[in-house]
Nanobody, 126 residues
Framework: QVQLVESGGGLVQAGGSLRLSCAAS????????MGWFRQAPGKEREIVAA????????YYKDSVKGRFTIFRNNAKNTIYLQMNSLTPDDTAVYYC???????????????????WGQGTQVTVSS
């Protein structure tokens, strides 16, 4: 059973930084692409970033390019999202997600993700 546990959310002022972590268990981590999603109040969940099984290929939502970085440590079964230059529009619950397979090469967000964490709240004050 795949389990994903996010951490690192919190309250930060605009212009600040946060690093989210997602610890995965119950899976062969190196067989999975991973992603970060977010959902703001009253809005649909959207993908923020994704990374392939070995970290070579990544995908970012346009509005976070140049500010957010997704990376992974397969030895620790963990992915991260480094978020810099945060704005109030980044306020949301952030979710970690997993998708089985090595065949994605960063050309768009890829197929649907199969497993989800419980989310961590990120609030950016103006």
């Amino acid at each position: 059973q795949v389990q994903l546990v996010e951490s690192g959310g919190g309250l930060v002022q605009a212009g600040g930084s946060l690093r989210l972590s997602c610890a995965a268990s119950g899976l062969t981590f190196s067989m999975y692409a991973m992603g970060w999603f977010r959902q703001a109040p009253g809005k649909e969940r959207e993908i923020v970033a994704a990374i392939n099984w070995n970290g070579v290929y990544t995908y970012y939502k346009d509005s976070v390019k140049g500010r957010f970085t997704i990376f992974r440590n397969n030895a620790k079964n963990t992915i991260y999202l480094q978020m810099n230059s945060l704005t109030p529009d980044d306020t949301a619950v952030y979710y970690c997600a997993a998708r089985y397979g090595r065949g994605w090469y960063g050309d768009g967000p890829g197929p649907d993700f199969e497993s989800w964490g419980q989310g961590t709240q990120v609030t950016v004050s103006s």
